[in-house]
């Protein structure tokens, strides 16, 4: 690659990388041969980028953090796997992202999520859009968070949970089975405890969609019935998009080779 006044002589960029002209590169980083990285992204001192890694722009990668590098995972053979981030996601200090398992997997990360200090995204994870992911989460291998979820910090993530939109996982919890969409769970064991109502009206949700939920979650929650027949009483509640995905998740939950659902706090 072209010399570049934003990248400082002590880093160690190999020539094969390909960085945007605008790209900026701290002190002692290091990013390897097969690395891309999109316009504006920042990368902080004694950061290591290595590996089929595809960052976009306007990313901020703070000192410290490790991306890129072989999976923690005992199957590992040396695959040309990848991670891949999109746009304008804040990755704090000490993170570690490593690549998928297998030959044409990836880890994926997308756009605008904040990933505080010392948490590590395992390999084949996919976190989508707008996520918080506090300090010191520990995620394994395969757990899927989907958009607008916040998870907080210290607690550990079992490999292949699926935690839903906008679900909010408390502090120093336990996560061993899928967390619904929309809803509050935490403790060890961890519990859905209730609704995300403050997650939701930050989010600008109406009264009527919170109206609706909160019919749902009774229905889930509190009224003791089978997770099929529960199911089947969210449609009739309306035909909104956030039933409907809920609906989606609970439905997948329960099939084979996923974790199955976090129990309720009766």
Sequence with gaps: MPESLLIHPTAIVHPQ??????????????????VTIGAHTTVGSHAVIDGYTAIGEYNQIFPGAAIGLDPQDLKYQGANSQVIIGDRNRIREYVTINKATNEGEAT???????????????????????VIIANSVAMAGHVTIESQAVISGILGIHQFVHIGRMAMVGGMSRIN???????????????????????????GFSPEE??????????????????????AQLDLIAESQHIQHLKHFLQASSRDGRRGLIAGNK
């Excluded at 990388?17 to 097969?34: D, M, Q």
């Excluded at 904040?114 to 395992?122: E, G, Q």
């Excluded at 089975?177 to 930050?202: C, F, M, Q, T, W």
């Design 108 to 130: 994926v990360i997308g756009n605008d999520n904040l990933l505080m200090a010392y948490s590590h995204v395992a390999h084949n994870c996919i976190i989508e859009n707008e």
């Design 177 to 203: 089975r899928d967390v619904p969409p929309y809803l509050l769970v935490e403790g060890n064991p961890a519990k859905v405890r209730s609704l995300n109502l403050v997650g939701l009206k930050r989010k």
């Design 210 to 231: 919170i109206k609706q939920l909160k019919k749902a979650f009774r229905i889930l929650y509190r009224e003791n019935l089978p997770l099929n027949k529960a199911i």
């Design 17 to 34: 990388a390909e960085l945007h002209p605008t790209v900026k590169v701290a002190a002692y980083a290091i990013i390897g041969a097969k």
